[in-house]
């Protein structure tokens, strides 16, 4: 039986709680000075986001679709595959998700901020940001890495798998597009993952922290949306 509208938002809160939390502790704890897993590196990262992305859909999915993602919500109602009710308590469930996610990250490596003096670094394990600042650039990359995100999650609903699978697929996409094509953004390829965060950033009183990055904060947001969208235009007009 499928659940109430309330009870799927409350589910899309768990998850992308449970994304954002071992997602951006990742990066913390890459990034980070004094972590035992200081400099591991982009694999790690990718790695960790994927496993994150699985861990999340497993710990929602009994409750409802498993988004975890405004740009995932906005591109399924945008085909009929999520009804419009749904979109605002959805989106909304995600941020607070994302938000408290982040949260606990802070709570997790609280003496590793004071350690830590890099501005950018404390920045990069909430919100992502460019690795050379170009809008368009950026822009394009946040579209493309959705695209390729909601096309595969879509193109899912096509094939035939073992049930309970599909979380474990869903984390190989997002690691490949993180190894793939992440080194440009930092692949938010998700509003909620990077604004959520970003406003903790932001309210937090994080030690050394610096400014929050407000004036690229909308590429990360608008980018995936339209990824997302023009995603599901694609998939609905194939055979």
């Given at each position: 039986?499928?659940?109430?509208?309330?009870?799927?938002?409350?589910?899309?809160?768990?998850?992308?709680?449970?994304?954002?939390?071992?997602?951006?502790?990742?990066?913390?704890?890459?990034?980070?000075?004094?972590?035992?897993?200081?400099?591991?590196?982009?694999?790690?990262?990718t790695?960790?986001?994927?496993?994150?992305?699985?861990?999340?859909?497993y710990?929602s999915a009994?409750?409802?679709?498993?988004?975890?993602?405004?740009?995932?919500t906005?591109?399924?109602a945008?085909?009929?595959?999520?009804?419009?009710?749904?979109?605002?308590?959805?989106?909304?469930?995600?941020?607070?998700?994302?938000?408290?996610?982040?949260v606990?990250?802070?709570?997790?490596?609280?003496p590793h901020w004071?350690?830590?003096?890099?501005?950018?670094?404390i920045?990069?394990?909430?919100a992502?940001?460019?690795?050379?600042?170009?809008?368009?650039?950026?822009?394009?990359?946040?579209?493309?890495?959705?695209?390729?995100?909601v096309?595969?999650l879509?193109?899912?609903?096509?094939?035939?798998?073992t049930a309970?699978?599909?979380?474990?697929?869903?984390?190989?996409?997002?690691t490949a597009?993180?190894?793939?094509?992440g080194?440009?953004?930092?692949?938010?390829?998700?509003?909620?993952?990077?604004?959520?965060?970003?406003?903790?950033h932001?309210?937090?009183?994080?030690?050394?922290?610096?400014?929050?990055d407000?004036?690229?904060?909308?590429?990360?947001?608008?980018?995936?949306?339209?990824?997302?969208?023009?995603?599901?235009l694609?998939?609905v007009?194939?055979?």
């Amino acid at each position: 039986m499928e659940h109430s509208i309330m009870v799927q938002a409350f589910g899309e809160l768990v998850g992308t709680f449970m994304l954002v939390l071992l997602g951006d502790g990742v990066v913390a704890g890459v990034s980070l000075a004094k972590t035992k897993a200081n400099g591991a590196g982009w694999i790690a990262i990718t790695l960790g986001w994927g496993f994150a992305v699985t861990l999340g859909v497993y710990t929602s999915a009994f409750m409802g679709p498993a988004h975890l993602n405004p740009a995932v919500t906005i591109a399924f109602a945008m085909i009929g595959k999520t009804p419009w009710a749904a979109v605002i308590p959805f989106i909304i469930a995600q941020m607070i998700g994302a938000f408290l996610g982040a949260v606990f990250v802070w709570i997790q490596y609280y003496p590793h901020w004071q350690a830590t003096k890099d501005q950018a670094a404390i920045l990069g394990s909430f919100a992502t940001g460019p690795a050379i600042r170009s809008p368009f650039a950026n822009l394009m990359s946040e579209l493309i890495g959705t695209f390729v995100l909601v096309f595969g999650l879509l193109a899912l609903t096509r094939g035939e798998l073992t049930a309970g699978l599909n979380p474990i697929i869903v984390g190989v996409i997002i690691t490949a597009i993180g190894l793939s094509l992440g080194g440009t953004t930092g692949y938010a390829i998700n509003p909620a993952r990077d604004l959520g965060p970003r406003l903790a950033h932001a309210f937090l009183p994080i030690a050394n922290k610096g400014g929050s990055d407000w004036s690229y904060s909308w590429i990360p947001v608008v980018g995936p949306i339209l990824g997302g969208i023009l995603a599901a235009l694609f998939f609905v007009v194939l055979p």
